[in-house]
Structures are given as C-alpha cells and as structure tokens.
C-alpha cells in the first residue's frame, strides 16, 4: 500500500516551460487536492477534485490547470511556469461525506523556477 | 471565510521540556479540527484529531482539546525530545467537510 505518490520529487524550470506534476493514491478515496506550500504561507489549496470527473478551484488557482483522469490520478499542469510559482507542491487525497475524514499526504514536488 | 490562527514565530525549547502551541479556529458551522506534522523534507501526515466540542485527540505523547466556547485546539506535549522537531499545523475542515483550512505552522526545535 504505497498511499499517495508524487512524481517527479524535484524539478527545475525556465521561465516559460510548461511541465506536468502527477498524483496517484491507491486507497480509492474519491476525493483529491493540490496545495503549494511556500515559507510563512502554510498550505494554500490549488484546485481540489471531490469526486472521478469534477474539479473546482481553490484558493490560488491563477497558472495551473489539473485533470482527474480516473479515481486513482490527479494532475496538475503549469501551462507557463512563472517564477513566482517557484514553491514545493503536496498532493492528497481523502475519502469524502465522512466527517473527520483526514487527508493523507504525498512527498512533495520541490518545484524551481528560473 | 474559515480560517486557523497560529501563534506567530519557531518555537526553541530544551529536551523534556513542556510544549504548548496555540490554535485558534474561526467559529462558523461545526468543523473538525486537526493537528498535522511535517518532518524534514516530507509531506504532511496526521498527528491527531478532534470532530466535536469537548473531544480530546492524542497521539504520541500530544493532546489537543477541542474547545468551542474560546474557538481554541491548542497542542501540548509534556516532555519533548529531539525527535519531535519538525512543523506542525493546526486545520479545520471547510467547504462542506471536503477541504482543509491550514494555519501558517510553527517551526518547532528541540535542543539537546
């Protein structure tokens, strides 16, 4: 049971490039998240996935696109890597309608960007 | 919106000494609260939980109790060691139970 595996762990990118952050959880949860975490800032939710086929934004959506391509997988992608999206992303998941459900965490991508 | 108040700044404390770390919660709806913890160069993972007024979680020597009436789960810890350093953030669920509202953490250091 290997929980919610992120790849790649560290990535660097020029202004510009567009690259792919994937997430994959196996404790078939039907919800998924996408946060940045940056110095001082705690965790800032992207875009979230309740459920297979629905995604909404959350708190700092600007720059990023996601798929939720089946139960198990979520992505995120940055069309134009900027600088200022220069941070270390955390994918999780959790099962939802179950109050007090916790969410389980992935390792993280230690994202630059030049 | 829903939102988590930590006390600001690291905290530095000496081996076997108390730990108390402040979290104050916005009172809107009935929310869940959580303590998560992040050790060097890893995600975050649960360290305890509390899903109504009253409830006490623990875990590892940690306790937080889930008070209402001060909109307070502050995390306490008796005697820490050096292994328990690392961040640790308070949350509240929000949106319905689907989603999290994270505070900004606070660095803890123990010494020796």
């Known amino acids: 049971n290997a929980g919610v595996t992120q790849t790649p762990k560290f990535q660097v990118l020029k202004t510009g490039q567009s690259m792919t952050l994937q997430c994959a959880q196996d404790?078939?949860?039907?919800?998924m998240y996408w946060y940045r975490q940056d110095p001082g800032m705690g965790l800032r939710l992207i875009y979230y996935?309740?459920?297979?086929?629905?995604?909404d934004k959350g708190e700092v959506p600007n720059g990023y696109n996601v798929s939720r391509l089946n139960k198990r997988e979520f992505s995120l992608r940055l069309e134009s890597a900027a600088p200022s999206q220069t941070s270390v992303y955390f994918c999780?998941?959790?099962?939802?309608?179950?109050?007090?459900?916790?969410?389980?965490f992935g390792p993280g991508t230690r994202l630059t960007v030049l | 919106g829903d939102s988590v108040t930590q006390m600001e700044g690291p905290v530095t404390l000496s081996e076997e000494a108390f730990l108390t770390i402040n979290c104050t919660y916005t009172?809107?709806?009935?929310?869940?609260l959580f303590w998560y913890v992040q050790y060097p160069g890893e995600g975050l993972q649960l360290l305890l939980k509390?899903?109504?007024?009253?409830d006490k979680g623990s875990n590892k020597g940690f306790e937080a109790t889930y008070r209402k009436e001060t909109t307070s789960f502050h995390l306490e810890k008796g005697s820490v060691q050096v292994s328990d350093s690392a961040v640790y953030f308070c949350?509240?669920?929000?949106?319905?139970?689907?989603?999290?509202?994270f505070g900004k953490g606070n660095q803890v250091v123990v010494i020796p």
């Open positions: 996935s309740a459920s297979e086929g629905t995604t």
């Open positions: 509390a899903t109504k007024a009253d």
């Open positions: 009172a809107t709806g009935y929310p869940s």
């Open positions: 999780a998941s959790s099962e939802s309608g179950v109050k007090g459900n916790e969410q389980f």
């Open positions: 949350a509240r669920t929000t949106g319905g139970n689907n989603r999290l509202a």
């Open positions: 404790m078939n949860h039907n919800s």
